[in-house]
């Protein structure tokens, strides 16, 4: 049985990953290495901030204290957010953010074509959109992948060095905790160990043709059920949220 | 100033189709599929619009400037609601349309069928200039969120896509 909070962190989760993401790829802003990537860096961050808005305004009905979705991105703090650990990383060469956006986009793009089918009317139809922007997301780190990874030397090595260094973190995605599977189990929410092997028949023949080999990791990164982060969720949010814990209620 | 039923929803139809989406000002938000209904009230009148991307960024100009407009025409309480079902495509858009994106300078979208992209399909997209087929994606994002930018081999012109959704 789903119960109301249950809802709500679930809510957290989808609204949390965009807009961490998002916040993480809006940082290559007038830094990309050529136009036209600085580009499609800043729509990534768009689609992203997007999708955190609409979960989120949704996850302030849900708990019904009247919070607003800027209430909860510039309110909240660390250990209330439950992003999944990848997405706040930092973005690294743009190798490895690539290597990040495949590992993210694809999961994204099964994570939501999973939930249009979702009992919940509105979760279902915010994922019949993101499930569009994520496919893009895909095919164009996909193209990045085989680019770099078949390039020179030198772009095969930072493209192979971001797979090893974030596929420690690809673990995470398909965690499931007690709330997670109360709400699979009503149809509201994925059921994501399904996705897992969705996902590793998705993107291994990708690696594979970018000539790299999947790291071998003995330990998987874990912690963001629970509200655990690495110190780096705790640097964005001090950027993120600064105007609005000085100058608290400012508007523009 | 034409003075439209404000009472039906075919009137408020005819008074939105003056707003256009403030990025591609050839084209209306009715052409462009973002206007979804009216809903009349006892005292309001409600619009129902839906969003290209979730992060449009045009979404709260359109809303200032419907709701600015219909008071202009003497609608009471005028309000609009945003909403994602059913999921905006590109597939919404007449030919009529999409012949003004070309007139404009963007390449209109093909079938959304198209995208494909497990195997992508070898679709075609015309340059907007000179009609070539033979023409390039620069990069899969563009100038908005509902671009790609391409260029033509042929007349060598660099041009906008608006992308298949």
Same mark, same amino acid.
């Given at each position: 049985m789903t119960t109301h909070n249950a809802l709500y962190k679930y809510l957290l989760f989808l609204g949390d990953n965009g807009l961490i993401q998002g916040h993480r790829l809006s940082e290559l802003c007038s830094n990309g290495p050529i136009l036209e990537e600085d580009l499609a860096m800043t729509n990534l961050a768009l689609d992203h901030i997007g999708r955190a808005q609409a979960f989120l305004k949704y996850a302030g009905e849900v708990e019904g204290k009247g919070r607003t979705e800027d209430d909860l991105a510039y309110k909240r703090g660390e250990r209330e957010f439950y992003n999944n650990l990848i997405a706040e990383l930092p973005n690294g060469d743009f190798a490895c953010t690539m290597a990040r956006m495949l590992i993210v986009s694809s999961f994204e793009y099964l994570l939501f074509t999973a939930l249009c089918t979702s009992k919940n009317a509105t979760i279902a139809a915010i994922a019949a959109k993101a499930v569009k922007e994520a496919k893009y997301h895909f095919m164009h780190s996909r193209d990045w992948c085989y680019r770099l990874g078949k390039g020179t030397e030198e772009s095969h090595r930072r493209l192979q060095n971001g797979f090893n260094e974030f596929?420690? +973190?690809?673990?995470?995605? +398909?965690e499931m905790d007690a709330d997670f599977a109360a709400l699979a189990n009503d149809g509201i929410g994925a059921d994501l160990t399904v996705l897992k092997p969705q996902w590793l028949t998705l993107v291994q023949p990708i690696l594979a043709d970018s000539n790299i080999a999947i790291p071998n990791v003995d330990y998987m990164q874990t912690g963001s059920r629970n509200g655990i982060h690495t110190e780096y969720l705790g640097h964005i949010l001090s950027e993120m949220q600064y105007l609005q814990r000085a100058y608290p209620d400012a508007k523009w | 100033m034409v003075s439209e039923d404000i009472h039906s929803k075919e009137g408020i139809f005819r008074l939105l189709s003056?707003?256009?989406?403030p990025e591609i000002p050839v084209v209306s938000i009715e052409e462009m599929g973002m206007l979804r209904d009216v809903i009349f009230h006892e005292h309001s009148c409600e619009v129902i619009i839906t969003p290209t991307y979730t992060g449009c960024p045009a979404m709260g100009i359109i809303e200032d400037d419907i709701i600015a407009l219909l008071k202009q025409h003497g609608v009471q309480e005028p309000k609009v609601t945003l909403v994602y079902s059913p999921a905006w495509t590109?597939?919404?858009?007449?030919e009529t349309t999409k012949q003004k994106l070309r007139d404009f300078g963007i390449a209109a979208p093909m079938h959304s069928s198209c995208s494909s992209w497990i195997k992508p399909a070898n679709a075609h997209v015309h340059c907007p200039r000179c009609n070539s087929k033979n023409t390039k994606v620069v990069?899969?994002?563009?100038?908005?969120?509902c671009k790609a930018l391409y260029s033509c081999n042929d007349c060598k012109e660099p041009f906008d896509y608006f992308k298949c959704h």
């Open positions: 596929w420690m +973190f690809t673990g995470e995605l +398909f | 003056s707003i256009c989406d590109t597939d919404w858009m007449t990069s899969q994002f563009g100038s908005t969120a």
